[in-house]
């Protein structure tokens, strides 16, 4: 994904709607080994689902695609989890998790939940709100469906790779050797944005993470082949991570 960020190529790269591009995406989406951004994310977002036990909670993982973060739901004996995507190929890619006892997964938007108000303990919203342009009805439908004293946990592109002119790239296979690149069309949304927006739906913010590039990821860099890029932006953030908690 991160092969294809240089500036110099932005223009070469087809950017797709979001729903098109995971349509188009879901075969290969969360092949990790060296997905830099993913790793980031995960080890940012998974100490906070640590932080408090998720027996007996109710979980939405909404944006769940392939269900990477269903899997860690389960592991740590979520009670339920329902996972929402707004894409039905990520949905099948995701559909090992519907065979597991606790789990649920529905097609829908995160602008309009079809989902019961006051029903989950915590809200998962995995890398989904850069691809929605106004923040305001999906945080109205966030707070409706969590409980009192519930927790949300959003992650999302920094805004520094945007103002960097980066681009979430997906290679898509067409066999033979033959690939296409595409972009997945991303909204702009700065830090301060999701604070006013979400605080004034009334949550309380508990945790801001930004996970910089580090030397933990040197060598997925170096298998990407973007040594320039590591050394250039190394401190630099790349992933935005925010904990609320509902009154």
Known sequence: MFKEILHRLQGRIPTLPSHAAYELWAGTYGEQQNNIFLQAEERALLPLLDEHPLTNQSVLDAGCGSGRHIRHCLDRHAMRIVGIDFSRAMLHRGAWASEQHPVSLVEGSVEMLPLRDSSFDLVLVPLVLGHVRNLRPAAA?????????????????????????????????????RAGRFAVQHHFHETDEYLRCFESEGFLLEKRIEPAIDESMRKAFENNGMEKIYGKHLGSPLVLVLGFRKP
Do not use: A, Q, Y
């Open 141 to 177: 439908e966030l707070t409706r469906v969590l409980k009192s004293g519930g927790r949300l946990l959003i992650s999302d592109w920094h805004p520094e790779n945007e103002r960097r002119g980066w681009k979430r790239v997906f290679e898509v296979p067409f066999g033979e050797g």
